[in-house]
């Protein structure tokens, strides 16, 4: 049963250009999870979203970010124009459906450069 | 919203000796306390959780406390080894969905 799976693994992106990360959840798993790590820092929710429904985008930036989850393949974090300070590991985790509280397994991230 | 305090931010012990990492959250309403273990380059690996309906739990060298009243709950490892050498989070979570709160992290460094 394969994990999370996040790619790529690396992504070099210059000024003004739009950086799109996927994520893939784990078998059986229906709700996906995006958060963004700032070098030596702890890890920031961003959206929660469930198949073609946003659920929670409270830490996501009003501006340029996007997600997605189509009823067909994976989840995509969509960073528009991106700028130096979008460099940030950023992480899906995923969780199976029908239990209120479940663990949430993490992917290996994706490793944003702006140069 | 909720906010998870985590302590020390370092740590360093001897191979053999036990870690203690301490956090405490804001938000009465959360009700699920998991660890992650990160290495160097990796996602987030979960560990142990727990969740507010038990003081403590424990799975071979490791176990978590809670303290549901003080807000605080903390993570325990013991008979450290060199592979326990990561950076160590703590987390919040309420029961509706699964959004997690992060503490800022503790780096061990178990010294052979």
């Known amino acids: 049963n394969a994990g999370v799976m996040q790619n790529p693994r690396h992504l070099v992106r210059r000024r003004g250009q739009e950086a799109r990360l996927r994520c893939s959840p784990m078998k059986g798993h229906s709700h996906v999870y995006w958060y963004r790590q700032l070098p030596e820092e702890g890890l920031k929710f961003m959206v929660y979203?469930?198949?073609?429904?946003?659920?929670?985008e409270s830490g996501m930036p009003k501006e340029r970010f996007s997600a997605e989850f189509p009823k067909e393949g994976p989840s995509i974090l969509r960073i528009q124009q991106v700028v130096r300070g979008d460099s940030a590991a950023y992480f899906c985790?995923?969780?199976?459906?029908?239990?209120?509280?479940?663990?949430?397994?993490f992917g290996q991230g994706t490793r944003l450069t702006v140069v | 919203g909720e906010n998870v305090e985590q302590h020390p931010s370092t740590l360093s012990v001897q191979e053999g000796d036990s870690a203690v990492i301490k956090c405490t959250y804001s938000?009465?309403?959360?009700?699920?306390f998991p660890w992650y273990k990160q290495e160097l380059g990796k996602g987030p690996q979960l560990i142990i959780d727990i969740r507010s309906n038990v003081g403590e739990k424990k799975d071979q060298r490791i176990a978590v406390t809670l303290n549901k009243t003080a807000k605080h709950f903390s993570l325990h490892i013991t008979e450290t080894q060199p592979e326990d050498s990561a950076v160590y989070f703590c987390?919040?979570?309420?029961?509706?969905?699964?959004?997690?709160?992060f503490g800022g992290g503790t780096r061990v460094l178990v010294k052979p």
């Open positions: 987390a919040a979570s309420r029961a509706a969905g699964n959004k997690l709160t």
């Open positions: 985790a995923s969780s199976p459906p029908g239990r209120e509280v479940a663990e949430a397994f």
């Open positions: 938000d009465s309403a959360s009700n699920y």
């Open positions: 979203l469930q198949k073609e429904n946003i659920i929670d």
